[in-house]
């Protein structure tokens, strides 16, 4: 972070900001004033208001516009099943999904491209609400290894086998390869929180001539999911997982409270014209994280006992 103060680039340079695990729809995650049921409309919470001013303070602190916003999975919590749809202030995904548009829309950028994340939170009644807000938002389209991006047809249309999300995207910015694939190994204990990502790193060198072309190589892996970050390089490659906008739920919490602390914020890549590459994390401080209340009972007790 740079208190604000924007540096000196290169008009030339390209940049990409990665969101990821926004969970719109639950009560722990960030929404926008404007967020509603369709019916009746919510109050924000405590939570809501401070994940949003922090949503607002990562958004104005980015280096330059991004060229690419890279929506890396799970913007809605979806139907939470597993709690009975407990923790929502809607279990109407739509209403999570405007929402979440209303959230990214917020962010200028030239072109925008999303995978897609676990389908507990993104699947409802078999439909696909990633591919849904990916077409809304004018998405690049692509198809993993099923079809070609942008592939047009003699009308010049898009062909109908091309898609708008997938579990895993490739592309290349300023001559740079990207990885970007939602899940990776979760960790409760920061000590070992590296090991699924380097993992990743490692084995991407297998994959040449397989994944991406021989005598290519990956300069950036991207993985989300865990809801926390942390980066890897090693000599010419560069992996990190991304940060999250929701808080722990009742389904992260029942292992019990250690180790479901979260990075909350979004990351930066900025590839100078001469090859420099930048990574600008944009994590909110842990002293402006949403907190719990606290029971005072030494001021209960002296106010009810005088003790």
């Known amino acids: 972070m740079n208190n604000g103060k924007k540096l000196g680039r290169s008009t030339s340079s390209k940049s990409v900001l990665f969101l ?12 926008s004033p404007e967020a509603n049921t369709g019916i009746n409309g919510i109050e924000m919470n405590k939570y809501n208001k401070e994940m949003y001013e922090n949503w607002c303070d990562m958004r104005d602190a980015l280096e330059q516009r991004p060229d690419i916003l890279c929506l890396n999975g799970e913007p809605i919590d979806g139907a939470n099943t597993r ?3 407990g923790g929502l202030w809607s279990t109407n995904p739509l209403d999570q999904l405007n929402d979440a548009e209303r959230l990214i829309r917020e962010y200028s950028f030239s072109e925008m491209v999303m995978t897609r994340g676990s389908r507990y939170h993104v699947t409802v009644n078999n439909m696909p609400h990633e591919e ?9 389209p692509y198809s993993g290894l099923f079809g070609d991006a942008l592939n047009k047809t ?6 109908r086998t091309s898609k708008y999300t997938d579990f895993y995207l490739w592309y290349t910015l300023g001559g740079k390869r990207f990885s970007v694939c ?6 409760r204990t920061e000590l070992y929180r590296t090991t699924a990502l380097a993992r990743e790193m490692a084995v991407m060198k297998f994959a040449e001539g397989k994944w991406f072309p021989s ?12 809801h926390y970050y942390v980066q890897i390089r090693f000599h010419n490659q560069i992996g990190f997982t ?17 180790g479901t602390a979260i990075n909350i914020g979004t990351i930066e890549v900025i590839i100078e014209p001469n090859g420099k590459i930048v990574v600008e994390p944009h994590i ?3 002293k402006n994280y949403p907190k719990p209340e606290e029971i005072d009972f030494d001021k209960i007790l002296m106010k009810k006992y005088g003790k």
Do not use: Q
Request: aromatic share 8%; net charge negative; proline share 4%.
């Open 154 to 159: 003699a009308d010049k249309k898009l062909d």
């Open 83 to 85: 709690s009975g749809g």
């Open 182 to 187: 939602h899940h990776v190994g979760y960790n």
């Open 132 to 140: 849904i807000l990916a077409e809304r938002m004018g998405c690049v």
């Open 242 to 258: 991304t940060p999250a906008w929701k808080l722990p739920d009742e389904y992260l919490l029942r292992g019990g409270l250690g």
């Open 215 to 226: 005598g290519g190589n990956v300069d950036f892996i991207v993985r989300s999911h865990v």
């Open 20 to 31: 990821s695990d926004m969970h719109v729809g639950s009560s722990y995650a960030v929404c």
């Open 284 to 286: 909110v401080e842990p």
